[in-house]
């Protein structure tokens, strides 16, 4: 288990210009926007417009704070995300904006190369039990997480998040009134 701390992630500039974007992990490490397999990330989204695009990558967003977006995608209906909201998964070459509900909003944003790598993104509260088999990626958007690897626990906090491998069990216990997201990366 890599353990990542809040105050560790690197902040870059988006894509396209529009705002900043806090890198929480990246598969391979130091892979950049045009090379990475799978992209974790957070962003401040400060005002209407468009969204970068990413050839050959599928996103999944979710709101972490604030009032949420309509995300609109080509192709698609305009769709309402906010924090009551399950994770939107939509792929990243596709024209895509948002505007705002209320205000600014803070996203978790997750990205993969269709083809190679599939991901999954969950929003929980509860205990639970994550099975070997794939590399996981779990965020605390809400209170504290315990993360319990071979009877050694790490504690995560607000934003803080943690890397397990393939071959890690982890039980997973939210403190009260916790909120975490666990995502999922496996070969496609």
């Known amino acids: 288990m890599r353990v990542l701390r809040a105050s560790d992630y690197k902040v870059m500039p988006w894509k396209n210009g529009g705002g900043e974007t806090t890198e929480i992990a990246v598969s391979p490490d130091g892979a950049g926007l045009a090379d990475f397999d ?6 401040k989204v400060a005002g209407d417009g468009p969204f970068s695009t990413f050839p050959g990558i599928d ?3 979710a709101i972490l704070e604030s009032a949420g977006i309509v995300l609109s995608v080509e192709g698609a ?5 906010t924090l009551e909201t399950a994770p939107h ?3 990243a070459d596709a024209a895509t904006s948002a505007a705002l509900i209320g205000g600014a909003v803070l996203d978790f944003n997750v990205m993969s190369r269709r083809g190679k790598i599939d991901h999954r993104v969950e929003r929980l509260a509860n205990e639970k039990v994550s099975p ?11 209170g504290t ?6 009877a050694k626990t790490e504690r ?6 943690a890397l397990l491998d393939e071959t890690e069990n982890a039980l997973l216990t939210p403190g009260p009134d916790s909120q975490f997201y666990l995502v999922e990366f496996r070969a496609a």
């Open 132 to 142: 070997a088999g794939s590399t996981r990626l779990l965020l605390c958007s809400r």
């Open 145 to 150: 997480l315990d993360i319990t690897v071979e």
């Open 156 to 161: 995560l906090g607000k934003r803080d998040a």
């Open 77 to 81: 209906e305009p769709k309402p995300l």
């Open 89 to 91: 998964a939509f792929p």
């Open 59 to 61: 996103r999944t967003l």
């Open 38 to 43: 799978w992209r974790v990330s957070m962003a």
